[in-house]
């Protein structure tokens, strides 16, 4: 079992930055893939990025250049460094796990994760 606990969200005007940060609970963080979503009002929730187990990262095409995960495993956190932020980019951003051997995969979909944060709110001014 782990317990997640995004922060870092708020109010950014468009063209600002903004990084959001998940704690991870437990002793076995390096055996996480971990994910950021994302989900604005009326849509479905979206894969923004990805990372495995042993680094490897995957953003989407929406935020591709803009957007970049990262993880430190000694403070059991990933962290998603937002900038150029739209106001598109305006949601629910939700932090996710899920359990795997050490190994370079990362996990697109929502079925995929075992575990998920309450979510934070980013918002971007126009």
């Known amino acids: 079992q782990v317990q997640l606990v995004e922060s870092g969200g708020g109010l950014v005007q468009a063209g600002g930055s903004l990084r959001v940060s998940c704690a991870a609970s437990?002793?076995?963080?390096?055996?996480?893939?971990m994910g950021w979503f994302r989900q604005a009002p009326g849509k479905e929730r979206e894969l923004v990025a990805a990372?495995?187990?042993?680094?490897?990262?995957y953003a989407a095409d929406s935020v591709k250049g803009r957007f970049t995960i990262s993880r430190d495993n000694a403070k059991n956190t990933v962290y998603l460094q937002m900038n150029s932020l739209k106001p598109e980019d305006t949601a629910v951003y939700y932090c996710a796990a899920k359990r795997t051997p050490f190994s370079s995969t990362y996990y697109r979909t929502p079925d995929e994760y075992d575990y998920w944060g309450q979510g934070t709110q980013v918002t971007v001014s126009s």
């Open positions: 437990g002793r076995t963080f390096r055996n996480y893939a």
């Open positions: 990372i495995s187990s042993g680094g490897s990262a």
